[in-house]
């Protein structure tokens, strides 16, 4: 895998603050691209073949990841916190975190739970809610904490420890979901030979989507595409049970077939059946209990084609993921197989086949 996806993953950006994420693919997209385009909310795109007479093909992560909001800060210099994104409390409890102030430098900070000691033969139980937690940031006073740098409204990360997994063919580490999805679209814009590409390209990230896929609103508005790629991470249940749609790390891309917000186009699924199947690429189907920014974008103008290309990810939306290097290459094939076939004549033959 390219050294961006272990760039981006390192960064902190939880929604509405994806600036340090934004600038760095912003870096990367502007000697791949012929125009940049970002819209007002702070999604950011690069396209290719800008005068191609083709369709407009639109690929897009999501640079947000889920994490905390300072809210509030006690008399005791502890920082109270809201959840940016849906977590499971639990997870948070004894982490690492980061409180991100206005330089890009960090607080580091801690999750405070009570030790088995101060819950003996009590009522009193262990905080469960986010609403209660305490990021002890190891201030004496709330005067002093400020003098530290902490702010209401500031982000709050999930401290990063990326490593390799014993066989080499893992990585484990926060936000996968979706860096790994703003890390394929610079991998694949930056991978095309635009001259071989019978459609106008345009890949990049969106904004705000863990908080209601309000990024792929504003930018699909701007981009007005013809045919919509959403890659982004979607939970393995093998580690916890069986599902021949729930899929399995190392066993391929994931076609999204269903969610409560987007029921596949049969057209747009048996393109991508094809397409996997006419390459040897290994794909698995998945139906979720969650959306994508493909759920919004089809809903955009008078209605568009859009898939979700799913990167199968362990632990999402907790302090660290786990992902398969496999599975990049199966998601990485595809993505840039389907482009080479992606003409006005392929779109039409999609769009009937509904």
């Known amino acids: ?38 819209d007002k909310l702070g999604s950011i795109f690069g396209a290719v073949n800008v005068d191609k007479k083709g369709p407009t093909v639109m690929i897009a ?21 809201i959840p940016i994104g849906s977590i499971n409390a639990p997870v948070a409890l004894s982490q690492h975190m980061n409180v991100i102030i206005e330089d890009g430098s960090k607080i580091p900070g801690v999750i405070g739970a009570k030790p088995p000691h101060l819950l003996r033969d009590k009522k009193e139980k262990q905080v469960s809610s986010f609403d209660d937690f305490l990021l002890d940031i190891g201030a004496d006073s709330k005067k002093h904490a400020e003098e530290l740098g902490a702010k209401i409204g500031q982000q709050v990360v999930f401290e990063n420890i990326y490593r390799e997994t014993k066989d080499g063919k893992k990585i484990i580490s926060k936000a996968w979901d979706d ?87 049969q057209g747009v699924r048996e393109f991508v059946e094809a397409v996997a199947k006419k390459n040897n690429i290994p794909f698995q189907y998945y139906k979720s209990l969650g959306g994508t920014d493909a759920a919004e974008v089809q809903l955009s103008r008078e209605g568009v084609l859009v898939c979700t290309i799913g990167m199968p990810s362990r632990y999402i939306h907790s302090t660290t993921s786990m992902i398969h290097k496999d599975d990049y290459e199966a998601v990485r094939n595809v993505i840039l197989a389907m482009l080479k076939e992606l003409d006005w004549a392929k779109i039409t033959e999609i769009k009937n086949n509904v």
């Open 1 to 38: 895998m390219k050294h961006f996806y272990r760039d981006l993953v390192d960064l902190p950006g939880v929604s509405g603050h994806e600036k340090y994420v934004r600038d760095y693919v912003k870096g990367h997209l502007k000697p791949i691209s012929e125009e940049i385009y970002q």
């Open 179 to 265: 860096r790994f999805g703003t890390g394929m679209a610079l991998d694949i814009l930056e991978s095309v030979d635009k001259e071989e590409l019978p459609c106008k390209l345009v890949c990049g990230a969106n904004v705000q989507e863990e908080v209601g896929l309000r990024g792929a609103k504003t930018s699909s508005y701007m981009v007005k595409p013809d045919f919509f790629i959403a890659v982004d991470c979607s939970p393995c249940t093998d580690t916890f049970e069986d599902s021949e749609t729930g899929g399995k790390l190392g066993k391929g891309f994931m076609i999204r077939f269903y969610d409560p917000r987007c029921i596949m186009h």
């Open 61 to 81: 992560g999501h640079m947000d990841e889920v994490g905390a909001m300072v809210t509030g800060i006690t008399e005791k210099g502890m920082l109270k916190l």
